[in-house]
């Protein structure tokens, strides 16, 4: 039997993930709903900021689970497919910028969605949270 070793996304990188996000939110005056998932996409961390839109919490978990099943950011999802496998997973697969992958080392550790600002802010504040923690923020 072979065995694979493997990066895991802890709670401490989440919780200063998420101040990180919050402090750039505060910044820029956009408060933010922010979901930090692991690579199986299991909740570690999210917060809805005063003042951000209670929808937002939604399509930052599906932004979330987006950018760690597919390992890459959520707006890859290509336009034609949108509906369909958006339909096809519940909505927990979107193609709403704000979703990046949180990739250490070469190894993707889960993802963050970012939801309640334009699409340009909510990927700034998202990576914001990838450059607390030194994650891959090139995608």
Same mark, same amino acid.
């Given at each position: 039997?072979?065995? *694979?070793?493997?990066?895991?996304?802890?709670?401490?990188?989440?919780?200063?993930?998420?101040?990180?996000?919050?402090?750039?939110?505060?910044?820029?005056? *956009?408060?933010?709903?922010?979901?930090?998932?692991?690579?199986?996409?299991?909740? &570690?961390?999210?917060?809805?900021?005063? !003042?951000?839109?209670?929808?937002?919490?939604?399509?930052?978990?599906?932004?979330?689970?987006? $950018?760690?099943?597919?390992?890459?950011?959520?707006?890859? @999802?290509?336009? $034609?497919?949108?509906?369909?496998?958006?339909?096809?997973?519940?909505?927990?697969?979107?193609? &709403?910028?704000?979703?990046?992958?949180?990739?250490?080392?070469? @190894?993707?550790?889960?993802?963050?969605?970012?939801?309640? !600002?334009?699409?340009? *802010?909510?990927? *700034?504040?998202?990576?914001?949270?990838?450059?607390?923690?030194?994650?891959?923020?090139?995608?």
């Amino acid at each position: 039997m072979n065995f *694979q070793t493997s990066l895991n996304l802890t709670h401490q990188a989440s919780l200063s993930m998420l101040q990180a996000a919050v402090n750039k939110a505060e910044e820029i005056n *956009q408060p933010q709903c922010i979901v930090i998932v692991d690579a199986s996409g299991e909740l &570690l961390a999210e917060i809805k900021m005063t !003042g951000a839109k209670f929808l937002s919490r939604k399509s930052a978990m599906s932004k979330a689970l987006t $950018a760690a099943s597919i390992r890459a950011p959520s707006s890859n @999802i290509p336009e $034609a497919v949108r509906p369909a496998i958006g339909a096809a997973t519940g909505g927990n697969v979107t193609g &709403l910028s704000g979703g990046l992958p949180i990739i250490k080392d070469g @190894i993707c550790v889960g993802g963050i969605g970012v939801g309640s !600002g334009s699409p340009e *802010q909510d990927v *700034q504040v998202a990576i914001a949270a990838l450059d607390a923690v030194g994650a891959d923020t090139k995608f």
